[in-house]
């Protein structure tokens, strides 16, 4: 870990692995980064800390570590503003909070702009964002040059018409996000319960009182599913029908190279997405692949299609040697939102249908969800995304903000 | 990258093909009489999972025609059986 000279070196241990007790006052199901956000606000916000975390695999090897650190709050709604806005502030001070340097760094997203509709989208969406509090700008392509030199803007099949530009997106280490949450959860308290998978829930007539595992019983005052892409297989053992479908979805990883790459670029057009992490490799992803899947591995054709995209806008990649490809599987919701609060069971929460942007949130929604488990009741930024969205219509529908096909 | 079997043209690259998610969702018969709740769920809910599924795809740069297969969404496995009705749409 130190070989790069500017990742710390962890500590020997983060923390413990203690068997489980018998019951808890909250039982949260997955130990990804919202698992673990959610785990450290209960304690932190709300003084729960009789908490386990049970993770079928290891500590944050799900989604949180196949994810491309992306972190950024320009979305078009109010709802998404505000709730991708509150965890960006909530980023900007965790690393201090947590004493755990997890390289979080603001250098700036691009959303470009290749056809005059999408010129129209984006800057509506700057001006919303505007609206909203969040910052964002309208760039011409002589300022994305200037932003972002090694970005071919003019000599494409779709020329860049310009960019919106939020300053304070960037990237953070996923991995080191993980482990500064866990480690603070298991000061205050928080058990950790790795290689044991949840099966399904100890009920009492229509209230949830445990959950089941591959080896035995916990029980639970509450439970909150942060399960990602498995968590219809968990509802589902309960006729909880879901508007979710589970995809792959593959990012993928350069040799390491010298700092070329200052921000980071997204275009929903040509469907690509790229930033430099801090050791040097070129980090890239697109959307999912089509077809529902559990097997954590896509198809080559959709990589081939987004290195296509990347080299025609950073022609300096084309001799990058692609070192990795990963894939995670993401619950995808029609509306391109996620569902955050409780279920027509008693004490059963969820948080989920992330989709494919479910990092940038995490602090956000480990906050509002926290808030959720604590009280019985929404958090007012997570009031809007209940399921009943999908009874009433008021759906959340940010496809375009999203920036990544669903 | 799957090995699809359309029951027209063989076995092709997934490529050729867009997916269609689950099959056998049938359009409501009177969706006058439904309440929002099962409209709702029409609309929207589709069953999701791990393992045996169901599903459409559409032979896009091929025949274009709509067919049907099971797949293992755990294996990707998919079974050239062509499962129940609607072959011929």
Not at chain 1, 22 to 31: E, F, K, L, M, S
Not at chain 1, 296 to 301: A, E
Not at chain 1, 304 to 317: D, H, K, R, S, T
Not at chain 2, 14 to 40: C, I, K, M, S
Request: aromatic content about 8%; charged content about 20%; glycine content about 10%.
């Amino acid at each position: 870990m130190v070989a790069d000279g500017n990742t710390p070196a962890p500590p020997e241990r983060l923390w413990r692995n203690p068997e489980p007790k018998r019951n808890y006052d909250v039982v949260i199901v997955g130990a990804g980064g919202h698992g673990l956000a959610t785990a450290y606000y209960l304690a932190r916000n709300h003084g729960i800390t009789d908490i386990a975390v049970v993770e079928r695999g290891w500590l944050a090897g799900g989604n949180m570590a196949r994810n491309t650190t992306i972190i950024r709050s320009n979305y078009l709604l109010d709802a998404s503003a505000a709730l991708y806005d509150h965890a960006l502030r909530l980023w900007e001070e965790l690393h201090e909070e947590l004493d755990y340097e997890f390289h979080f760094s603001q250098r700036g997203v691009l959303n470009l702009a290749h056809t005059e509709q999408e010129v129209r989208d984006a800057r509506r969406r700057a001006f919303a964002n505007e609206l909203n509090g969040v910052d964002a700008e309208w760039v011409t392509p002589d300022e994305i040059s200037e932003i972002c030199p090694i970005l071919n803007t003019s000599n494409l099949r779709y020329p860049v018409l310009g960019a919106t530009y939020q300053r304070r997106a960037g990237i953070a280490k996923h991995d080191l996000v993980a482990w500064g949450l866990a480690r603070k959860c298991d000061e205050m308290g928080v058990d950790f319960i790795q290689n044991r998978e949840v099966t399904g829930f100890v009920t009492d007539g229509d209230r949830v009182i445990g959950v089941r595992t591959d080896n035995g019983d916990i029980g639970a005052g509450r439970v909150g599913l942060a399960a990602a892409g498995r968590t219809t297989l968990l509802t589902d053992t309960l006729g909880i029908r879901l508007p979710l479908q589970s995809h792959p979805l593959q990012a993928m990883a350069t040799e390491i190279l010298e700092p070329v790459h200052p921000c980071v670029v997204m275009s929903n057009h040509v469907h690509v997405y790229t930033s430099q992490a801090h050791k040097g490799e070129l980090v890239l992803g697109a959307g999912i692949d089509t077809h529902n899947g559990y097997t954590q591995r896509g198809s080559v054709h959709v990589i081939e299609n987004q290195l296509a995209a990347a080299v025609e806008l950073f022609p300096v990649f084309a001799r990058a040697h692609l070192l990795r490809t990963w894939a995670g599987t993401v619950d995808v919701t029609p509306d391109a939102s996620p569902i955050i609060g409780p279920t027509p069971y008693e004490n059963l929460f969820v948080n989920c249908g992330w989709g494919t942007g479910g990092f940038k949130a995490t602090p956000g929604a480990g906050w509002v969800f926290a808030h959720t488990l604590a009280t019985g009741e929404p958090h007012p930024l997570n009031e809007p995304y209940g399921m009943e969205r999908f009874t009433s219509g008021a759906l959340i529908d940010e496809h375009g903000a999203a920036a990544v096909a669903h | 990258m799957l090995l699809v079997r359309c029951p027209w043209c063989g076995d092709r690259d997934e490529a050729e093909f867009r997916y269609g998610g689950q099959a056998d969702v049938d359009y409501p018969a009177d969706p006058h009489q439904l309440d929002d709740a099962t409209w709702g769920e029409y609309l929207f809910v589709r069953a999701n999972p791990s393992g045996s599924f169901d599903e459409r795809w559409v032979h896009t740069a091929g025949c274009r025609r709509w067919f049907s297969v099971v797949r293992d969404t755990a294996t990707n496995e998919m079974r050239p059986d062509i499962p129940r009705r609607r072959e011929s749409r």
